[in-house]
C-alpha cells in the first residue's frame, strides 16, 4: 500500500545500448537460467537507487538472443519516498550506469516523459542495420575484434547488384508472412508491415583498415519500418545473401512474400543473430 502522501511516480524515456552476445535477449527471463535478458540486469540495477516500489522497465522493441542494440528504448515509472524528489535524467543514468558496471549494458539518455507515454506503443519507427563482412573463406578469417557482431558467409563474393535488385521486392507494404518465424504470438499479430528503407551500402569496420590489405569488406544492411514481425530483419537478410551468392533469383524475393507461408521460406537461409544491431527508435 503507497502511503498517502507519496507523490505520483515520475515516468523516464531511457535509451540504452547492449552488447547482446551474451544474454538471452532483451526481455526479462527466469533468474535461473544460464543466460538472462537484458531487463533483468536494468530492473536489478534500479533496485539499487531504494525505489518506494519495484521498478518494471516497458522496452520498445524486443531483440532476441545475441542480438545487439546501438540504441534501445524503454519507459519506467520511479517512485521515490516520501519527501524525495524525482531523480533529474542525468541522476537516473549516472546511479542506473553506476550499478550496471560490469554489464556491457549503457544507459545513454533519459527524460521525464507523460504518465500516458508509452515506449512500444508510441514509436514512430525502428531501424536496424545487420553487418555483413565479405571476403572470409572461413569463419577462422574473421577478426577477433569482429566475432559476434557480424556474419560472415562463405562460398565467395556476394553480387551487391543483383541483392539490391532483391531488395527492391522487400520494399514498401506487404504481408511478410513467409519472413517471419512463427511464435506463440503469431496468431494475433497481423503480418502486414510497411518496410521505408533498405539499404546495401560499403561500411567502415571498428578496425577495417588494418584488415583491408587481406581482402575483408564490411557492408551494412539497414531496414526501417514502424515495426517489424518476429525474425523477420534475419530473414529477410539470409534471403538477399541467398540472392548474393546465386541460390536464390531477385524474382524469388517476390515469389516468397506472395506465397504468405512461413513454411515456404528456405530451410537454414535465417541470418544469424550476430550481426544484427537495433539502430535507433524514433518517437
Request: net charge positive; hydrophobic share 40%.
Amino acid at each position: 500500500s503507497v502511503p498517502a502522501m507519496a507523490g505520483a511516480p515520475a515516468r523516464y524515456l531511457v535509451f540504452f545500448q547492449y552488447f547482446g552476445t551474451r544474454y538471452s535477449g532483451v526481455m526479462e527471463t527466469k533468474s535461473d537460467q544460464a543466460l538472462v535478458g537484458v531487463q533483468n540486469y536494468l530492473e536489478k540495477a534500479a533496485q539499487k537507487l531504494r525505489p518506494s516500489a519495484p521498478v518494471k522497465f516497458h522496452i520498445s522493441s524486443r531483440t532476441d538472443t545475441g542480438v545487439h542494440a546501438l540504441a534501445n528504448a524503454a519507459h519506467l515509472d520511479v517512485q521515490r519516498a516520501p519527501g524525495k524528489a524525482a531523480f533529474s535524467g542525468q541522476q537516473l543514468v549516472q546511479g542506473l550506469n553506476y550499478h550496471l558496471r560490469p554489464e556491457p549494458i549503457r544507459i545513454l539518455s533519459a527524460q521525464r516523459v507523460p504518465s500516458t507515454f508509452h515506449a512500444r506503443f508510441c514509436a514512430l519507427s525502428r531501424t536496424y542495420i545487420y553487418r555483413l563482412l565479405l571476403g572470409c573463406a572461413h569463419h577462422s578469417q574473421i577478426p577477433v575484434f569482429e566475432r559476434d557482431l557480424c556474419w560472415a558467409p562463405t562460398g565467395g563474393p556476394l553480387d551487391i547488384p543483383a541483392m539490391r535488385e532483391a531488395a527492391k521486392f522487400l520494399l514498401g507494404t506487404h504481408d511478410f508472412s513467409t519472413f517471419r518465424s512463427l511464435n506463440s504470438e503469431t496468431p494475433f499479430q497481423c503480418p502486414v508491415r510497411t518496410l521505408l528503407q533498405l539499404e546495401i551500402q560499403p561500411a567502415p569496420g571498428s578496425l577495417s583498415h588494418h584488415y583491408e590489405p587481406r581482402g575483408l569488406e564490411f557492408w551494412e544492411v539497414k531496414f526501417k519500418s514502424r515495426a517489424f514481425l518476429y525474425r523477420q530483419v534475419r530473414r529477410m537478410v539470409g534471403a538477399l545473401v541467398a540472392v548474393g551468392q546465386g541460390k536464390l533469383a531477385p524474382r524469388d524475393i517476390q515469389e516468397l512474400l506472395e506465397v504468405k507461408d512461413a513454411r515456404a521460406f528456405p530451410a537454414h537461409a535465417m541470418a544469424p543473430a550476430s550481426g544484427l544491431f537495433l539502430k535507433c527508435v524514433e518517437y
